[in-house]
């Protein structure tokens, strides 16, 4: 089992649509949690942190559920430009410590 | 406020040959990590430095090796190139070991 998981999707919606997205864990010890958005060919950028009580900014929403070992994230009324990959990080602790999903890609569609 | 900065952007090597990547950490983190991401995939953990001192490593050979430096920047080694080594390799400063991490543009290598 890998990791941290991720559907590689591409989910195709439409504009205004609300899209989820999962990334699963395995290692229950894993200490922080974070969504990064990932536009073609450039750097991963920082969507925003999850924590436990879950958070939400604007359109976005994330959780974790660390019983099921796993967080979401949520998008509401999506924009085109929205449209990009969305990966998952898990901060593990220990000496490997940072691990990145495989990412999700989203295409919002006109 | 400036970011991450990288250098080069790009860069052309051989097979057999090293490289040295350089990263320089926004003002006031003293964490720096580095990751490799090739098409397709997630970044890949290489090291992190903090203080100075290498707190983290993934599984990497020993051919890559970095440091970190007494204003926190911090440089990537990768010795004996092999074809396998193209990628997008990406640092990321935070401010300490757990926090957020913010990336640069990366560097983009090419062993031919």
């Known amino acids: 089992r890998k990791e941290v998981e991720q559907d590689p999707g591409p989910f195709n919606v439409p504009e205004g649509a609300t899209v989820a997205f999962n990334c699963t864990y395995s290692?229950?010890?894993?200490?922080?949690f974070f969504w990064y958005r990932q536009d073609c060919r450039k750097e991963p950028k920082l969507l925003m942190s999850?924590?436990?009580s879950g958070n939400e900014d604007g359109r976005f929403t994330a959780q974790l559920n660390r019983a099921s070992q796993y967080i979401s994230l949520l998008i509401r009324d999506s924009k085109l430009s929205d449209s990009a990959t969305y990966l998952c990080?898990?901060?593990?602790?220990?000496?490997?410590?940072?691990?990145f999903g495989t990412g999700t890609k989203l295409q919002v569609i006109p | 406020d400036a970011g991450v900065t990288q250098s080069p952007t790009h860069l052309i090597k051989t097979r057999g040959q090293h490289v040295t990547l350089r990263c320089s950490p926004i003002?006031?983190?003293?964490?720096v990590s580095w990751y490799q991401q090739v098409l397709g995939q997630g970044p890949q953990f290489i090291f992190q430095?903090?203080?100075?001192?290498?707190?983290g490593r993934g599984n990497f050979p020993d051919r890559f090796s970095a440091r970190q430096f007494p204003n926190y920047s911090s440089e990537l080694n990768v010795n004996a190139l092999l074809l396998g080594d193209s990628a997008l390799y990406l640092c990321?400063?935070?401010?300490?070991?757990?926090?957020?991490?913010?990336f640069g543009p990366g560097t983009r290598l090419t062993v031919l």
């Open positions: 290692n229950s010890a894993s200490q922080s």
């Open positions: 999850v924590y436990s």
């Open positions: 430095y903090y203080e100075k001192e290498e707190r």
């Open positions: 990321a400063s935070s401010l300490t070991t757990d926090n957020e991490q913010f």
């Open positions: 990080v898990v901060n593990e602790g220990g000496y490997q410590k940072v691990t």
């Open positions: 003002s006031g983190h003293k964490s």
